[in-house]
Nanobody, 120 residues
Framework: QVQLVESGGGLVQPGGSLRLSCAASGSIFSIYAMGWYRQAPGKQREFVASITSDGMTNYANSVKGRFTISRDNAKNTVYLYMNSLKPEDTAVYYC??????????????WGQGTQVTVSS
């Protein structure tokens, strides 16, 4: 079994910063791309950022210049550093990873989500 566990969400004032973490564990053979998505109330889940196994990154236009994604392959962990947060960044943030388990195959896995609230 493969699990993704997120941490680091919370309440922050506009202009503040947060760091999200997501650790993958279980019967993992290899992890390919990892990323973050978010879903605000009443809206569809949207892409935030992604990073390949060799470090290439991609960002949604709405977060470019404010958010930074990174990963530690030795720890099977992906991070999202969020700066200059705005109220419109309020959402549940989900970790995603494309993983090949030791049992074979390859699939997308999701974390349980962590709430980020930006409010004064």
């Amino acid at each position: 079994q493969v699990q993704l566990v997120e941490s680091g969400g919370g309440l922050v004032q506009p202009g503040g910063s947060l760091r999200l973490s997501c650790a993958a564990s279980g019967s993992i053979f290899s992890i390919y791309a990892m990323g973050w998505y978010r879903q605000a109330p009443g809206k569809q889940r949207e892409f935030v950022a992604s990073i390949t196994s060799d470090g290439m990154t991609n960002y949604a236009n709405s977060v470019k210049g404010r958010f930074t994604i990174s990963r530690d392959n030795a720890k099977n962990t992906v991070y999202l550093y969020m700066n200059s947060l705005k109220p419109e960044d309020t959402a549940v943030y989900y970790c995603n990873a494309n993983i090949r388990p030791t049992t074979g195959g390859r699939d997308d896995y999701w974390g349980q989500g962590t709430q980020v609230t930006v409010s004064s």
